[in-house]
């Protein structure tokens, strides 16, 4: 499995260390970055880096960090094909995979701590879609909801 993480400068210890935390289980990780701690890093930007990777299929699944999670949920829904979660649980972790193909997740390092993020990318990490038809359809309801893509 190949995964794209990248943080704002709040999200930056947290990146590291989940980083680190998948490299350590053979996953393929594409940091993007930031690659030093940077104050003026802004959450927008790395975002989209992850999403970018994930819809270009640089990556499978993407992590974004910042300080709520909420910025980084916000852009990186903005891209066509990304699917981003906002979790600060596994319950919801586990169900953005399972019931809504969530392809980023999002979190807030003001909000969970080191190992509760683990445990939360774990389950996510663990869980895939399930192809039911109720959540296919529905999947394919939000996808409808982009913008087409102009050549």
């Keep these: 499995m190949r995964v794209a993480i990248g943080s704002d400068h709040v999200?930056?210890?947290?990146?590291?260390?989940?980083?680190?935390?998948?490299?350590?289980?053979?996953?393929?990780?594409?940091?993007?970055?930031?690659?030093?701690?940077?104050?003026?890093?802004?959450?927008?930007?790395?975002?989209?880096?992850?999403g970018e990777a994930v819809r270009t299929g640089r990556a499978d699944l993407g992590i974004v960090i910042c300080s709520t999670g909420i910025g980084s949920c916000i852009a990186a829904n903005k891209l066509p094909g990304v699917r981003a979660a906002l979790c600060h649980d596994t319950f919801s972790a586990r169900l953005s995979r399972l019931h809504n193909d969530a392809n980023v997740l999002c979190l807030g390092a003001s909000v969970v701590a080191a190992r509760l993020a683990e445990e939360i990318l774990a389950a996510w990490l663990s869980a895939s879609f399930s192809g039911e038809e109720r959540h296919r359809r529905r999947v394919e309801k939000i996808s409808r909801l982009e913008p087409v893509e102009q050549e």
């Design 11 to 50: 999200g930056y210890q947290l990146k590291e260390h989940l980083r680190d935390w998948l490299a350590a289980r053979d996953t393929e990780v594409n940091d993007v970055g930031p690659h030093a701690l940077d104050p003026a890093d802004d959450y927008p930007d790395f975002a989209v880096a992850v």
